[in-house]
């Protein structure tokens, strides 16, 4: 499972989470992605689905595999794409424990995104800590950045490695931002009039940026089991 992070709000994690996914089916892979903003989610309302679902009242059984996101299918005609939003009752799960169970339900060969909420308080660690992986997302302004290097430095010490950097609404990275991240940028996604997966440079660039995760996806038997 893939945390999609970082520090600031508004700096297109969901947005990222989303596209990512789609340049990942485009690719072959199958790919789930969940809301992991509890408080205020948005991921199922942008893959034009509910905010919310229920979720089991077990604590140990996961969750259905999510909604598919019409038009994204497989050259077999199946649904590649899936989408499992946030909770309707969410004060009844322990995030952390529900992370891990989703992650551990999805079938070894899809890839799990999930979109997590800014910052370092407890909602924002648990994804980052029941991932194997976290991707940074932010934007190339200061700010932006030292709240990006604090979620990465977070994310470290939950044990979760940080597999790289997205930058967005920029049409180049600034030389220096993997040194403050301390993790490689994979890719700047330019900012656009309008929706980014609606444009074909937005598009490109999270094309280019799937093939770095694809080429860096762990084996099963490394995923993380704790």
Do not use: N
């Not at 893959?47 to 497989?74: H, N, T």
């Amino acid at each position: 499972m893939i945390a999609i992070t970082g520090g600031k709000g508004g700096t297109g994690k969901t947005t990222t989470t989303l596209a990512l996914g789609r340049a990942l089916v485009a690719r072959g892979r199958s790919v789930l992605v969940v809301d992991g903003d509890w408080d205020l989610p948005d991921l199922g309302a942008l893959a034009g689905r509910s905010r919310r679902v229920d979720y089991p009242e077990e604590p140990r059984r996961a969750p259905e595999r999510g909604v598919a996101v019409d038009g994204d299918w497989d050259e077999d005609g199946d649904a590649s794409l899936h989408v499992l939003p946030a909770p309707e009752r969410p004060t009844d799960l322990e995030p952390h424990d529900t992370f891990r169970v989703v992650a551990d339900g999805a079938d070894p060969e899809t890839t799990v995104l999930v979109d997590c909420p800014a910052g370092a308080a407890p909602d924002a660690v648990a994804p980052v800590r029941a991932a194997d992986r976290a991707l940074l997302v932010t934007e190339a302004c200061a700010a932006a950045l030292r709240d990006a290097a604090k979620t990465a430095a977070v994310a470290r010490r939950v044990d979760t490695s940080v597999a790289g950097a997205v930058v967005t609404r920029a049409a180049v990275v600034p030389s220096g931002v993997d040194a403050v991240l301390g993790c490689p940028v994979l890719g700047c996604v330019p900012g656009v009039d309008g929706a980014v997966e609606a444009s074909a440079r937005g598009r490109a660039a999270y094309r280019a940026i799937a093939a770095q995760v694809a080429d860096d996806e762990p084996s099963v038997k490394s995923r993380r089991t704790v």
